[in-house]
């Protein structure tokens, strides 16, 4: 079956480095998306991985193992305003949305 | 930036009517989703559509749901008969191409069924 998983929550502090993860299982796989959502908004696109390595864009940076159905996004330099639920989503020939991970940020 | 519009932000309807939602794709792009998300649970895509077909769909986009193009700017989602399950936020999206191409998300429509 198609399964995608992440924590449920995590809690980190403000100017710190999270990093949250994702594995999947999927019969097919064309890329992998992380989304952030905040409450009551429209996902938001962060970042895309085809190939195994790591993808760094400004203070996020997603990382992408094929062979182990395992993704990761690293998050620096903490702000407040990076409080929201981050989402994992894989292209297989649809995409498939894990259920998200809720992020608070303490001062 | 040019940005998904959707009308409206909030539909209430009572059970058993049907429903139209709308979209405005970014004017650029080809492919275009719906997307729902029952509060508190994850995204789930329901369809896409491309080149005014629809190129992928869920199971959960049985006969009660149909999606159109109308012209050359709108996109559509018409819910049949809705039932009391139906109450969610509805996503638009819409994006360049089909693979590494991002999809920017519309601010949604929140289904209220009575």
């Known amino acids: 079956g198609q399964n995608i998983d992440q924590p449920t929550e995590m809690t980190a502090t403000e100017g710190a480095i999270v990093q949250i993860n994702c594995t999947y299982q999927?019969?097919?796989?064309?890329?992998l998306f992380w989304y952030q959502q905040h409450a009551g908004e429209a996902p938001t696109f962060l970042s895309y991985?085809?190939?195994?390595g790591l993808e760094e864009k400004g203070r996020f940076s997603s990382f992408l193992s094929r062979s182990k159905g395992y993704s990761y996004l690293l998050l620096k330099e903490l702000q407040m305003k990076d409080s929201a639920s981050y989402l994992c989503?894989?292209?297989?020939?649809?995409?498939?949305f894990g259920k998200g991970t809720r992020l608070h940020i303490l001062p | 930036e040019p940005e998904v519009t959707q009308t409206p932000s909030h539909q209430v309807t009572q059970m058993g009517q049907e429903v139209i939602l709308r979209c405005v794709p970014i004017?650029?792009?080809?492919?275009f989703y719906w997307y729902r998300q029952i509060l508190g649970q994850k995204v789930e895509f329901l369809v896409s559509?491309?080149?005014?077909?629809?190129?992928?769909k869920s199971e959960i986009f049985d006969d009660q749901f149909s999606v159109e193009r109308p012209d050359g700017s709108n996109f559509t989602l018409k819910i049949r008969s809705t039932k009391l399950e139906d109450s969610a936020m509805y996503f638009c999206?819409?994006?360049?191409?089909?693979?590494?191409?991002?999809?920017?998300f519309g601010d949604g429509t929140r289904l209220s069924i009575l």
């Open positions: 559509f491309y080149n005014n077909e629809i190129s992928e």
């Open positions: 004017s650029n792009h080809l492919y």
């Open positions: 999927t019969s097919g796989f064309n890329g």
């Open positions: 989503a894989v292209r297989d020939d649809k995409i498939i």
């Open positions: 999206a819409s994006s360049e191409a089909r693979g590494h191409q991002p999809q920017h």
């Open positions: 991985n085809v190939l195994d």
